[in-house]
């Protein structure tokens, strides 16, 4: 099966910076995926990583090791708004034979003042 | 519109009834998903559309459990005999081949209570 990682929960101070981990055991990868998802909204997406190192977007960067099976989303100048649960995906075969992003349940990052 | 629709936002239904969902996705859009999350729970692979091709229907949970999607676009979903362990919010996405690894844009589901 695929397996794919993150904590539950962490907290931060506003105007810190958090790292938000991920990794995952799967049968193939074709890329890695982080999205946003505020409480009773859609998931937005952040980031793509298909190739090792990191990928720098304003306050946010995302960074994956392939040979790690790790990938980590960092925040940079938290913001009371980043209070929201950040969902790790990877693109992994399915049973029917396509690459499907497959979602870890999501890590709730709470910003305190 | 310029996002991804989804009709009804909430769903009320009585155990045993059938539901239909509506997703209209991105227009130019090949690909569509459904996923559904449970309360504390990952999003869930249900099924995929790409093109003209036949869909993957592998992570649907049961026979109880269809979808299509007419003319390349809108896709409904649908769950016969409802069973109180369907109550989800049920997400539907779709996504341009060659964009950012096919980044998925999601609509802002179906809230589905089965009473």
């Known amino acids: 099966g695929q397996n794919i990682d993150q904590p539950t929960e962490m907290t931060a101070t506003e105007g810190a910076i958090v790292q938000i981990n991920c990794t995952y055991q799967?049968?193939?990868?074709?890329?890695l995926f982080w999205y946003q998802q505020h409480a009773g909204e859609a998931p937005t997406f952040l980031s793509y990583?298909?190739?090792?190192g990191l990928e720098e977007k304003g306050r946010f960067s995302s960074f994956l090791s392939r040979s790690k099976g790790y990938s980590y989303l960092l925040l940079k100048e938290l913001q009371m708004k980043d209070s929201a649960s950040y969902l790790c995906?990877?693109?992994?075969?399915?049973?029917?034979?396509?690459?499907?992003?497959?979602f870890g349940r999501g890590t709730s990052l709470i910003v305190h003042p | 519109g310029a996002g991804v629709s989804q009709s009804p936002s909430n769903k009320v239904t009585e155990k045993g009834k059938d539901v239909e969902l509506r997703c209209d996705p991105i227009s130019g859009h090949t690909a569509l998903y459904w996923y559904r999350q449970s309360l504390g729970q990952g999003l869930e692979f249900l099924i995929y559309?790409?093109?003209?091709?036949?869909?993957?229907k592998s992570g649907l949970p049961s026979d109880r459990f269809s979808a299509e999607r007419t003319g390349g676009s809108v896709s409904t979903l649908t769950i016969q005999r409802t069973q109180q362990e369907d109550s989800a919010v049920y997400l539907c996405?779709?996504?341009?081949?060659?964009?950012?690894?096919?980044?998925?844009?999601f609509g802002s589901g179906t809230q589905l209570s089965v009473l």
């Open positions: 996405a779709s996504s341009l081949l060659g964009e950012s690894g096919e980044k998925l844009f």
């Open positions: 990583n298909v190739l090792d």
């Open positions: 559309f790409q093109g003209n091709s036949a869909p993957d």
């Open positions: 799967t049968s193939g990868f074709n890329g």
């Open positions: 995906a990877v693109r992994v075969p399915s049973g029917g034979g396509s690459y499907i992003p497959t």
